[in-house]
């Protein structure tokens, strides 16, 4: 009754009424949208899933059943903390490896965090490790690699890709990936933050941070790592990692260790979006545009520094300097283009938008 008595309310509401309800609810929609471009994006993987339980052990417990209570607890926490979280599965299902990195690259995430337990014939054997992609791989990581890219034989579209893609190949494992190399120190950095966590907090061994050829980190073009979060096979980490205390904690520490990676790369003063002033102009010198998304470092940019970068539609766009008076941002034009960018230009950016100047 109230829902049909609210329709008739609204079909006898003016014209006028009716348009100041819609600039609303379009108001309301473009901020929820702009909020959504603005918040860190951070694709949270739980490593195997469904027909794949995970690494083998004596004791029963199924690596899949850890990693998703771990990867649900850390997202939710970044999820209160105002954090935007894409789950390459929140539930007991199969995914594939391509599947997996396809997630992230396609939601253009700023990071990529896989979590995996680790196993060892050697009960004795206990700690944590975080991965990075790398080319540099000693025997030891590639076979913890080829172990976690054996999913690849469960996906039932491997016949038809092998030809391309053998999973456990030294080629395949190290070859090069420029935009995953492009992103590695601050791969390195996050991975660094998660192993300091589990050393101080937890008191976890800590094995430190590693490279190697993990199928799912050589395909994601952003910030990535895989964690080992510890030994199942360890009968006293076993049982912590089983444990909800120890899912709890563990997924506290890689949470802390997010908030200083994004405090690290100054990712709030870097957004654009944040100078929403209507009554400043800040303006830059735009260098390049173009589909991928580089890493603002100064070997990038032919030596300039004091870089940022929005995305706009399916291009990313490369700014060079920032002031309020255009006269200094003119001599940075000229510096710009007498460093090899011989099309740089000036633009401003006002109450979040921006225009061309020049």
Known sequence: MTKVYLNSLFFNLSLTAKGII??????????????????????IDAGHGGKDPGRPNQSGIKEKDIVLKIAL??????????????????????????QRAKIANDVDADLFISIHCNAFHNSSVHGSETFVYGLHVSNANFNIAKKENEIIFLDD?????????????????????LMQEEYLDQSILLASFVQENFTKDLKIKNRGVKQSGF??????????????????????????????????????????????????????ENNIAQSQNSDIVIYKVQIAAGK????????????????????????????????????????????????GYPNAYIVGFKNGKLFEVD
């Open 73 to 98: 607890d850390l997202g939710k926490k970044l999820e209160n903390s105002g954090d935007e979280v894409i789950y390459t599965r929140d539930k007991d299902v199969f995914l594939t490896l391509r």
């Open 292 to 339: 991928r998304k580089l890493e603002l470092k100064s070997y990038n940019f032919k030596g300039l520094n004091d870089l940022t970068r929005i995305k706009q539609g399916s291009l990313y766009k490369y700014f060079y300097s920032s002031s309020k008076n255009l006269t200094d941002i003119k001599k940075k034009k000229k510096f710009a283009r007498r460093s």
């Open 22 to 43: 819609m600039f609303f609810a379009l108001s309301l929609s473009n901020i929820n949208e702009l909020d959504s471009q603005n918040k860190f994006k951070v694709v």
């Open 157 to 177: 579209h491997y016949q038809m890709d092998k030809e391309n893609y053998s999973p456990t190949s030294t080629e395949s494992l190290i070859g090069t990936t």
């Open 215 to 268: 199928w799912v980190l050589h395909n994601t073009y952003m910030p990535s790592i895989l964690i080992e979060a510890g030994f199942m096979t360890n009968k006293k980490e076993g049982d912590y990692l089983n444990s909800k205390k120890g899912q709890a904690e563990i997924s506290n520490s890689i949470y802390k260790a997010i908030k200083k990676y994004k405090k690290a790369i100054n990712y709030y």
